[in-house]
């Protein structure tokens, strides 16, 4: 029987799908979802939900003491947008958070710890194309030094105490069910909505900046993937590098005209665009394929479908 797992930031647009995934597939008691608010009613409808502050040692403490918590998800940040309008405040919760998480298991009350890193990681002096898990890492947003920072604490714990920390380095996520918090791929999910309401787009990018995307159902399945994986089979610590398609707000138009013939695209690159030209452009995830079989299935095409199939039933 899986023990009970406990996820922070449960209401954002990862954690929505991945505690909806998870009460599926261990039952919705074993899965407590928790946040610093409410969330979709959906969600809140579908198993057990606690107010909770991330960066907050003691009501962690808690509510893994209360539900005898085993594994913590944590989804809890602020995103690289948002990140770069509030330095010390996106520091603080990244990193805090991420700290109680690590020492409540090093104090032996949980075993299991899931925390996501990112794209952001690399920077300006990065290799661009097909970047390797290990390459030159200079990240020049606030968001990005906090997970380059995490990933090294992930490690350092894990060799240093045995932590069974467990990550994924996310590219930009592209979903229906819940609008993205702030990240500089957002736009890859607003132009569907943008598209459906009034056939028409203001991108935040230009129309060539090729970056690395992820249709939900693949990075939730990711995710799932890796935390039942053997520990042996785990030869990164820090995180791994995860890959599926990549493309520009030019590509993604025009996938969405082959539904949408009069959809227009304009473009009025913003803040945003510096961040994006700092990241890769596609992403050599070769060991997540050799340690625990990662495949992704969606593409461009079949995530315009699926998003606008799904955004038209709403
Ligand atoms: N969405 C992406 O494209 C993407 C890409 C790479 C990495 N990631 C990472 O995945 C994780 C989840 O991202 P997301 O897109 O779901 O983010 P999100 O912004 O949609 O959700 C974050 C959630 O955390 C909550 N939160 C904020 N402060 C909190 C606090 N102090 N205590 C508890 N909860 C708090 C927010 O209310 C929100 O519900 C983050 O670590 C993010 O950096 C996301």
Redesign the pocket.
Known sequence: MQKPILI????????TELTMELRAKYGKDAVIA????E?SESLMDSGPFEL????NYEAIEDVVMHYEIDEVYL?????SATAEKFPMRAWN?NMN?LFNVLNLAKDRKISKIFW?????VFGPNTPKKNTPQSTIMEPSTV?GIS?QSGERWCEYYFNKFGIDVRSVR????ISWK?M????T?DYAVEVYHKALETGQYNCFLQEDTKLPMMYMDDAISATLNLMEADTEKISVRSSYNLGSMSFTPNEIAHSIKEHIPEFQMDYQPDFRQQIADSWPSSIDDSFAKRDWGWQPKFDLDSTTSEMLRNLRQE
Not at 170 to 173: A, D, E, M
């Open positions: 922070l930031g449960a209401c954002g647009q990862i954690g928790s946040d610093i608010r969330g909770l502050d991330a960066t989804m809890a940040a602020m995103l919760l958070s996501p890193s990112s794209i952001a968001y997970k996310y590219p930009g996520l819940t993205p918090g702030g990240g791929t």
